[in-house]
C-alpha cells in the first residue's frame, strides 16, 4: 500500500514537472534574427569600393533565396 502511495506521488510530480516545463518552453515568443539583415550589417563597414560592395550585395541576395528555395 506504501509503495502504490508513492507511486501515485511520483506520477503527479512528475506530470506536474512536465507540464511546468511544456508551459515555459511554448512561452519563448522570440522572432530569429533574419539572415540577410545580419550579412549586411556586417558587410556595411567593410568596403570603400563600390564594386565590392555591390558583389557582396549579390551574394547575399543569392544566398537570400537560396535559403527561400530550400525552405519551400
Do not use: R, Y
Not at 501515485?8 to 511554448?26: E, K, P, Q, R, V
Not at 530569429?32 to 545580419?38: A, L, S, V
Amino acid at each position: 500500500m506504501n509503495k502504490l502511495k508513492f507511486i501515485n506521488a511520483a506520477i503527479i510530480w512528475l506530470t506536474f514537472a512536465a507540464i511546468i516545463f511544456f508551459a515555459a518552453s511554448c512561452s519563448n515568443n522570440q522572432k530569429p534574427e533574419d539572415p540577410k539583415d545580419i550579412a549586411e550589417e556586417h558587410n556595411e563597414g567593410k568596403f570603400d569600393n563600390s564594386k565590392l560592395e555591390k558583389d557582396a550585395q549579390f551574394l547575399v541576395n543569392a544566398a537570400e533565396t537560396n535559403l527561400e528555395e530550400i525552405s519551400l
